[in-house]
């Protein structure tokens, strides 16, 4: 497990093309190892954006099952580049039962290419006008943290991160790093909200928070870097594209 490491943060305003949207990943994959990056980080919702005028079953269609062409693609890139990706989906399983609606999944693939991780969404966000449980379903399983070459990694999704109990559950079962791929809505007091939580999850944990962001459409950007005093290490602000930076998880 290397102590010292470069990760690739990535904000990106994602399309609501998931072939346009795994082409640019593929780019910042290429981008991330020629600055000798051994982990990037997409946010929530990498595959596509889903307006809300989008029905349920439209977002069906876009989805994939875990080992679809979306993260077989990714991962044939991690392995290739050798480097560790934290990528997200819209995931379905079996259509009967879900009727159209889909999970929001984050996976960890590791350096080799392998699938080490897939956390379901716990909290999905049904607040503040908001209401993600009508296109997508709640995952129930909080994934144990998973040592790969950089750390030992704990996934969380989004508003996951105003529940402290699962960033709490994560540490307490060895994570060191929390990553937390996001798409946070914009609005009233919502920047200050993140900055906040996301300071407060490393601080009481004594870990770093990696909190990559969807820009643009209806969300916030500002992707950031924690570390465990609670200093931004990095605040993306308005920039679609990647931050490099250098972590000492030692």
């Not at 190892?33 to 307006?51: D, G, T």
């Not at 900055?195 to 944990?205: F, V």
Request: with cysteine.
């Amino acid at each position: 497990m290397k102590k010292k490491f470069r990760a690739a943060v990535v904000q990106m305003k994602s399309s609501v093309n998931k072939e346009q949207n795994l082409a640019y990943s593929l780019d910042l994959i290429n981008e991330a190892v020629k600055n000798k990056a051994q982990l990037i980080c997409f946010p929530e919702f990498q595959m596509a954006y889903s307006p809300a005028d989008q029905k349920p079953e439209e977002l069906h269609k876009i989805a994939e099952k875990i080992d679809g062409n979306f993260i077989s693609t990714l991962s044939s890139s991690a392995k290739r580049n050798k480097i560790n990706v934290i990528a997200t989906l819209y995931e379905f399983i079996d259509t009967n039962k879900q009727n159209h609606k889909v999970f929001d999944t984050a996976v960890i693939i590791n350096e080799r290419g392998k699938l080490e991780s897939v956390y379901r969404k716990v909290h999905l966000y049904d607040a503040l006008g908001f209401k993600e449980s009508k296109k997508l379903i709640a995952g129930n399983i909080i994934e144990r943290p998973t040592r790969i070459s950089v750390g030992n990694l704990g996934l969380l999704i989004c508003y996951d991160m105003r529940f402290p109990e699962i960033s709490r559950i994560l540490t307490v079962n060895g994570a060191s790093i929390l990553v937390s791929p996001s798409a946070w809505v914009a609005g009233f007091m919502k920047q200050e909200h993140w900055e906040i939580m996301l300071k407060a999850r490393a601080i009481e944990n004594g870990v770093y928070v990696i909190a990559p962001n969807q820009l643009g459409n209806i969300y916030s950007g500002h992707s950031m870097v924690i570390d465990p005093f609670g200093t931004a290490l990095v605040d993306m602000g308005n920039r679609e594209g990647m931050e490099i930076m250098d972590i000492d998880n030692s």
